[in-house]
C-alpha cells in the first residue's frame, strides 16, 4: 500500500483479525490514518488494556478483570442449575432472554479434534469439578446445533451423566414467528421428536 | 457479550474499523483475548505507532513517515508525468503494473461533495502547485472508474487544462482476458470510442 514502514507493520498486524484479508486490512489502515487518529489510539489502548487485564473467571471460565465473575458471585443467581455454553456471546444471548436465572460454564469453544481442541481444550476436567460441587442439580447444555456443537454436547453428557448429575440440552425445534413451509425438514423432524 | 469493561471498550473501539458491525467486532475481541494475545499486543503497538508517526508527504501527499517520500526522493522516476490517484492503494496497483516511471499525487479521496468532500479536502490547490513546478509536462489522471472518480477526474482536468497543462486520463476499455459476450455494453461502448 504504501512506502511507509509503520503503515506495513500496521497492516500486517490488522491482518491477525479474524476475516480480515489484505484489502480490508488496507482499507481499515487508511481510513484510520486519514480520517480517524483518534481512532486508531483508543483501540491501541483498548488492546492493550484487554491483554493485560482480562483473564478467566476461576468458577466459570468466562472473561473477567476480577477473579470471579460478577455473574458467579450474584446471591441472587439459582445455584442448583448450571448452564454450559461455548461462548461468551452465547451466555449473553442466553441472558438476554431473561429465562434463566441460574449460573454457567464457559467452554471458550467446542470440540473439534482435527484443529486440536480436545476435551482440555475447553476444560473438561474443570466442568466435572465445577458440576460436582454438591449444590448443581441439573446440568443444561446450550452448545450450538451444529455438528461440532452436538458432538461436543454429546461428550460432554456422557462424561456428566457418569458422575450421576441430571443433564439437559435445550429443545430443538421451529424458531417461534416461523412458518412450517420454510422450516428446513431436520428442525421439523426433530420438533416432531422433542414435541411436549 | 461480557461483564467486563475492558472487553466491553475493546467491542466498541473495533467497531471504529470500517466493516465492522457488533458480531465482527464480539467475533474479533474473543479471538484476539482468547488465542492471540501477542497479536492484540502488536496491533496495539502497531496503532499507536503509525498514529504518531504516519503523516503526508509534502509533494505528493501520500502517506510518509518523512518530509517527503522516497518515490518523489527517487531521482530515477521521471518527474515530467504526473499520474494523480485517489488513494495510496491505488498507487500501489499502478507500481505493482511496472509500467509508469514517473511521480504521483495522491488525493486521499475523492470528490463527494454529499460527504463534505470538496476541491479543499482532495487538495486540489495544492495538486495545482504541485504541477505548476515548471516541470511537469502531463498530468494522467487515473482516479477510479465510477461516478465519483469520473466526476473528480473531471474537475481537476478543467481546473488543470485552466493553467495549461497538458492532462490525460487513463484509457477506458474491455480487460484483458476477457470474452466480449460477458462486458457490460458501457465498456464496450467506451473501448469503441477509445480505440486506438
Ligand atoms: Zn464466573
Ligand atoms: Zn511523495
Redesign the interface.
Known amino acids: 500500500?504504501?512506502?511507509?514502514?509503520?503503515?506495513e507493520?500496521?497492516i500486517?498486524?490488522?491482518r491477525?483479525?479474524?476475516?480480515v484479508g489484505v484489502k480490508?486490512a488496507?482499507?481499515?489502515?487508511?481510513?484510520?490514518?486519514?480520517h480517524?487518529?483518534a481512532?486508531?489510539?483508543?483501540?491501541?489502548?483498548?488492546?492493550?488494556?484487554?491483554?493485560q487485564?482480562?483473564h478467566h473467571c476461576a468458577r466459570c471460565h468466562?472473561?473477567?478483570?476480577d477473579d470471579i465473575?460478577?455473574?458467579c458471585l450474584d446471591p441472587e443467581r439459582d445455584a442448583s442449575r448450571l448452564c454450559v455454553v461455548e461462548?461468551?456471546?452465547d451466555?449473553?444471548a442466553l441472558e438476554r432472554t431473561g429465562a434463566f436465572k441460574g449460573l454457567y460454564f464457559v467452554l471458550?469453544?467446542r470440540l473439534s479434534p482435527l484443529d486440536g481442541i480436545g476435551p482440555k481444550e475447553i476444560g473438561l476436567h474443570k466442568l466435572m469439578e465445577r458440576a460436582s460441587d454438591g449444590v448443581v442439580q441439573e446440568v443444561i447444555l446450550a452448545t450450538n446445533f451444529n455438528a461440532e456443537g452436538e458432538a461436543t454436547a454429546h461428550v460432554l453428557s456422557e462424561a456428566l451423566k457418569s458422575r450421576g448429575l441430571h443433564v439437559t440440552r435445550l429443545a430443538r425445534g421451529v424458531p417461534v414467528g416461523s412458518e412450517l413451509e420454510y422450516v428446513d425438514l431436520s428442525t421439523i423432524a426433530h420438533a416432531l421428536v422433542d414435541r411436549r
Open positions: 500500500m504504501s512506502s511507509t514502514n509503520a503503515l507493520v500496521l500486517q498486524a490488522l491477525r483479525l479474524p476475516g480490508s488496507q482499507r481499515m489502515a487508511f481510513h484510520l490514518m486519514q480517524d487518529r481512532g486508531a489510539e483508543a483501540l491501541s489502548a483498548a488492546l492493550h488494556d484487554a491483554a487485564n482480562v468466562t472473561f473477567t478483570e465473575c460478577s455473574t461462548t461468551p456471546a451466555q449473553s471458550m469453544g
